[in-house]
């Protein structure tokens, strides 16, 4: 299942002119470090709404072992990158050493003088997705009550919100959250948690599909219950 993390962007200030000219000047294959990275051209793709993406590559070294004895060999991460035409870009969910150059590339080559970051979720946030989607198929909570578990998770293939557990535990703090939103006539199953990761839990979904279903996210969910904050950068004159 294809799993993201947003970053906010300032949408007046993102540069995105002669976007495929630049992605390809970004390419990997063009970088002189020994352990290449950057983007791979071939994978760039668009659709309406100024909406892009494309992977950016990591070359990592690996040792591997055979019978005639150790090699080492390099090895190559790709990770998407999807612009959604508004105030978000999406990375592949990654570990932070990623996800920080991920930030530094964006902030160098298509933010410049911002301090980017990635998006979590807050209680608040998870609350008003919860208000507004039609199912909630799985929720993770935190009851309150000290006789309750410390955490408590509960699912339905239809909807909680027509469960007794539901009745029960309806406004407890919440931590993750699987919720069915509508999109464009059809449904998706979508995962927020206060990480920021969100998850897509349809199967195999195209690429072309994935960016559709992160864009209706970013336009009818983050845009209305996240007010994105951008950190400017001191840059020396």
Known sequence: MPSYKLIPTPHDDLDTDNVEERVAQLSARESNEDLRRGTLPE??????NDAFWFEYAIEREFEYETLGGEHETKI????????????FVAIGNCNNDVENELQEFLETNFVPG????????????????????????????????????????????????????????????????KVKLPNGGTEITVGFDKRGIVVLYEQSLRMREQVEALQYVADNVLSRFINPQ??????EE
């Open 76 to 87: 190559l991460e790709k990770h998407p990158v999807v612009f959604l035409g508004g105030d």
């Open 230 to 235: 951008y950190q400017t950068t001191l840059l």
């Open 43 to 48: 994978t760039f793709e668009s659709i309406a």
């Open 114 to 177: 911002y301090a980017l970051e990635t998006l979590g979720f807050e209680e608040t946030t998870l609350q008003k997705i919860i208000g507004q989607a039609p199912d909630i198929v799985k929720a993770d909570l935190n009851p309150t009550q000290s006789s309750e578990p410390e955490q408590i998770s509960g699912r339905d293939r239809r909807s909680l919100k027509a469960t007794d557990f539901w009745d029960r535990y309806e406004g407890e703090p919440v931590s993750k959250v």
